[in-house]
């Protein structure tokens, strides 16, 4: 069974779409990376990730633009509420939305390239996030043989989730 038949049983089944993997990809004359083939298909309709600044470290967190509404659970906006319009523009600025290219690459902006220290044609990696990726330096990249989690934290982060 291939990875597109086994995310899409999963996905089937959850009625999400769930992303697994790694990937190392190396950007382009136009600082576009390719995004693998198999998490297109998860992405689906529209074809448009959002791609923000991460507030965890120094890489890129892209999700499906079809989910983001859901997880950010907004609310109508009152005009008046200062700390309301605050945080949605504190998040807003930090990300855009992105349609991949026919050949399934996205351009990513400079400033993006800065914040996560991605060179110019430089070799960056994608970690799954179950809901989404995230996009590294390739040097920074928490490979799974790089950082060698131990067994029992693996295994409280599957039940966390609801995998047993």
Request: with cysteine; net charge neutral; glycine share 8%.
């Amino acid at each position: 069974m291939s990875e597109t038949e086994a995310n899409s049983d999963l996905e089937g089944m959850s009625g999400l779409s769930l992303f697994f993997g790694e990937f190392t990809h190396q950007l382009d004359d136009k600082n576009r990376v390719t995004v693998p083939s198999d998490w297109r298909a998860m992405i689906g309709i529209p074809k448009r990730l959002h791609i923000a600044m991460s507030i965890e470290g120094n890489f890129l967190q892209a999700t499906p633009a079809r989910t983001i509404g859901e997880k950010l659970k907004l609310e109508r906006l009152s005009l008046s509420d200062e700390i309301a319009s605050r945080n949605h523009r504190s998040i807003a600025q930090r990300g855009q939305l992105f349609e991949w290219d026919a050949q399934g690459r996205v351009r990513l902006p400079e400033p993006m390239l800065n914040f996560a220290r991605i060179k110019p044609k430089g070799k960056v990696g994608l970690i799954a996030t179950l809901d989404g990726f995230q996009i590294w330096n390739e040097a920074d990249c928490p490979y799974a043989a790089k950082v060698n989690t131990p067994a029992d934290q693996v295994k409280s982060a599957m039940h966390s989730v609801g995998l047993k």
